[in-house]
């Protein structure tokens, strides 16, 4: 079936450490985004991507790092620099007509805790 | 700077009641979608609106689109346990980013 798949689901990182997120589509999608989500605050986005070795920043994308060496894959990064990276962090894809996204799906998350 | 706003943030209804859900958005968009979340759970995909005057139901939930006034709303008939949960909206910023309203939170109660 085809689907995204977001690991670890529970991630812990100590002060100082930067820790990647994984995000694999087998869904043919040619966009794919990462977005953070806060207890009411709704997602916001962090990083996204059209094409391979392409992406671009979203509204909140200082401290995070990402990169898409495969259309598949697009791993993100939280770095040091992340003052307050306790979220819950989803991943999505979708297809593209003429450069609009329709389809979006999303993983099942990362929840990630500083310890 | 793409703005949607959703209200009421919280929703606490009895069984059987109907209500709507409204989402705002503050600049002009084609694409509208609806999603459910689940406690701890991802976003399902609910409704996908694509164009003025759009509406889908499905089940208990009926969706509608009005570009002209950048309003969508989420009817709720005859509510039930099941659709509690977190309601989101989220409009289509540009050709590729979407902007999510702050959610939802329906409690049905028996």
């Known amino acids: 079936d085809g689907g995204i798949t977001q690991s670890p689901k529970y991630l812990f990182r100590k002060e100082g450490q930067n820790v990647t997120l994984s995000c694999e589509q087998n869904l043919n999608h040619d966009a794919m985004y990462w977005y953070r989500q806060d207890p009411g605050q709704g997602l916001r986005l962090i990083y996204y991507?059209?094409?391979?070795?392409?992406?671009q920043k979203g509204d909140i994308a200082e401290g995070y790092s990402v990169s898409r060496e495969k259309k598949e894959s697009f791993p993100l990064t939280v770095t040091s620099a992340q003052k307050n990276p306790t979220a819950f962090y989803l991943c999505?894809?979708?297809?593209?007509?003429?450069?609009?996204?329709?389809?979006?799906?999303f993983g099942s998350g990362t929840r990630l805790t500083v310890v | 700077e793409l703005k949607v706003e959703q209200n009421p943030l919280f929703l606490s209804m009895q069984e059987g009641k109907n209500y709507t859900i409204y989402c705002n958005y503050s600049t002009t968009s084609d694409r509208l979608y609806w999603y459910r979340q689940d406690p701890g759970k991802s976003l399902e995909s609910l409704f996908v609106?694509?164009?003025?005057?759009a509406v889908k139901q499905e089940g208990r939930l009926m969706a509608s689109l009005d570009t002209k006034a950048r309003l969508s709303t989420l009817h709720i008939t005859a509510a039930v346990h099941d659709l509690s949960a977190t309601y989101f909206c989220a409009v289509g910023s540009g050709s590729e980013k979407l902007v999510f309203g702050k959610g939802t939170k329906l409690t049905v109660n028996p």
């Open positions: 991507s059209q094409i391979v070795n392409d992406f």
């Open positions: 999505a894809s979708t297809y593209t007509r003429d450069g609009v996204g329709y389809g979006y799906t």
């Open positions: 609106l694509l164009s003025n005057g």
